[in-house]
């Protein structure tokens, strides 16, 4: 039992990374600018499987502060991303 569940979570961090690597040429290769903050958005979802699966693999939970810490920053990063795209500014005066 113990080496399906390694194989199995081998072939997710293969098919994580594999993943991650075709969001950063989708990233590179789109020229409109939402394309490019989709896939960057959905790129934390596999990031975020994928240190799931290596702190499965090495039966740890130290890395689960590090996946909280990356979904905030992509959460955060969107929101000011979509911002700036609708109003063309990030933080609007109020004093005005």
Same mark, same amino acid.
């Given at each position: 039992?113990?080496?399906?569940?390694?194989?199995?979570?081998?072939?997710?961090?293969?098919?994580?990374?594999?993943?991650? =690597?075709?969001?950063?040429?989708?990233?590179?290769?789109?020229?409109?600018?939402?394309?490019?903050?989709?896939?960057?958005? =959905?790129?934390?979802?596999?990031?975020? +499987? =994928?240190?799931?699966?290596?702190?499965?693999?090495?039966?740890?939970?130290?890395?689960?502060?590090?996946?909280?810490?990356?979904?905030?920053? +992509?959460?955060?990063?969107?929101?000011?991303?979509?911002?700036? =795209?609708?109003?063309?500014?990030?933080?609007?005066?109020?004093?005005?």
């Amino acid at each position: 039992m113990d080496k399906i569940m390694n194989f199995t979570i081998v072939l997710g961090i293969f098919a994580s990374i594999l993943m991650i =690597l075709y969001l950063l040429v989708y990233i590179v290769k789109k020229p409109s600018i939402f394309d490019k903050l989709i896939a960057s958005d =959905l790129l934390a979802m596999p990031l975020i +499987c =994928l240190i799931v699966l290596v702190s499965m693999y090495y039966k740890t939970f130290s890395y689960i502060s590090l996946i909280l810490i990356i979904a905030i920053i +992509c959460l955060v990063g969107t929101v000011v991303t979509a911002r700036f =795209l609708a109003k063309k500014e990030v933080f609007s005066d109020d004093s005005k």
